[in-house]
């Protein structure tokens, strides 16, 4: 099976309650690195100790290299994946991995690692060719040729508009017209062709079943085919939040409670290892749910009537690390230095790590990028995966995909998706930056206003 269910939380669970799955993508003989990773890793065999704050400055500017260094040449966006398969070309780039992408080039350029000129055109290259590139009402397909912009079907349905990659897309595009607001020729240029995209998104296209369904997927060729609603709780609260925000279509307030908030793994409310998780699946699922709607989005204060988010993200978070320190299972390695199971490649393929479908691999992503919920239960991890594991996971874009240590198994891949949480959450828990810039969107107050959230006024 492919990796259809890659970071689509629903469909994530619906295959989960049939059976474990693998892809063709999987990390196989067959696979063709473009970078050598065990050549990678000799890099760094000496590696000395670094006070914290370096460490953290090592990690950022690593991971930032693959949205950087190994950015598509034409388009300037990010790759899905570092290596290459029968099912992944060299042109296969993500829209949702670069909008985090995007967010890393933000920090990139705060940090001084790129200069705001560079930095700027970069983005500006990307967004002229998304302005040209396939989209459908507006809205972009998962996959894109990182040459022509032609749309790469996800999968044999899904070859049209994806509104939850769109929004991961725009939630970094918003943050780059936020923090680019010098006028300055280029910069106002910038910001006009994102303003334009946005306009020109249509989410309520995307709105069904009079206006009390919001559908992941539409194709020119298949239509509604892929009838799949996005419903919590999973990663795609911010495709609601963004739709509800659209200057020009945006989604009703009604969708989000007869559709989002209806779903099977919405209310929780029982606790697990001591905690209680107000949403989502029992043991809280994969840690992705908690990272990419909140790349921008700041759960700070962040409340509505069915959960307070910073409670939400933390109790899912703890929830993971307990498990994992607990280890039921008995995999080698797991412990309170070694924890975080979300989606990424394993041994045998691709799969949605999570408590209850847990095969002992773990993902540098996950402990990471929850660096702001659980900060010292994340650093000593990165403390581990660098100087205890560094020679098998440390590499030219900072730590490979995923390992298991149970199976003597390492990575050789790195995924955007995967990488592309780590610099902007480890910079929220730092300075919150991006936090800081999605919240001042005037566009994104109203529309968390419109679906009924609370927030702090400064934030």
Known sequence: ??????????????????SSFSIAQSASPSTTDRQPPTANRQLNSNRQPLSD?????????????????????????????????????????TTGGSGFGFMTIIVATQRHWISRDTA????????????????????????????????????????????????????????????????????????????????????????????????WHWSPNNGWAMNLEIRGWNESLIAYVLGASSPSYPISENIYH????????FINGR??????????????????????????????????????????????????????????????????????????????????QSPDNDFGTITPSAALSAFPYTPENSMKALKHFYYDLGDKIWGEYGFVDAFNESKNWYAHSYIAIDEGPIVPMIENYRSGLLWNLFMSCEEVQQGLQKLGFQRPLNK
């Open 1 to 18: 099976m492919r990796n259809l269910f890659c970071k689509k939380g629903i469909l994530i669970w619906i295959a989960l309650l049939a």
């Open 271 to 352: 606790e697990y290892y001591g905690v209680k998780l107000p949403l989502g699946p029992a043991n809280g699922g994969p840690l992705f749910f908690s990272h990419y709607s909140f790349m921008g989005l700041n759960p700070h204060g962040l409340k509505d009537k069915y959960a307070d988010y910073w409670e939400q993200n933390y109790s899912h978070t703890m929830i993971n690390y307990k498990y994992c320190v607990a280890n039921p299972n008995h995999f080698k390695g797991y412990g309170e230095n070694c924890w975080g199971l979300t989606a990424s490649d394993t041994y045998d393929g691709y799969n949605a």
């Open 258 to 265: 007869k559709c989002w908030a209806v779903g099977n793994h």
């Open 53 to 93: 704050s370096a460490l953290l400055d090592l990690v950022q500017k690593q991971t930032f290299k693959y949205f950087w260094d190994f950015a598509h040449p034409v388009s300037g966006l990010a790759r899905e994946r570092s290596n290459t398969t029968p099912a992944y070309g060299n042109e296969v780039i």
């Open 120 to 215: 700027v055109r970069h983005l500006l290259k990307s967004v002229i060719f998304l302005s040209k590139a396939n989209s459908y009402h507006g809205i972009f397909p998962h996959w894109l040729n990182g040459a022509t912009g032609t749309t790469i079907p996800f999968s044999r349905k899904d070859d049209g508009g994806d509104v939850v990659e769109t929004a991961y897309l725009f939630e970094g595009l918003l943050c780059a017209r936020q923090y680019f607001n010098q006028q300055t020729p280029l910069e106002n240029e910038l910001r006009g062709r994102i303003n334009l995209l946005w306009r020109e998104a249509e989410w309520s296209w995307h709105q069904r079943d009079q206006g009390n369904a919001f559908y």
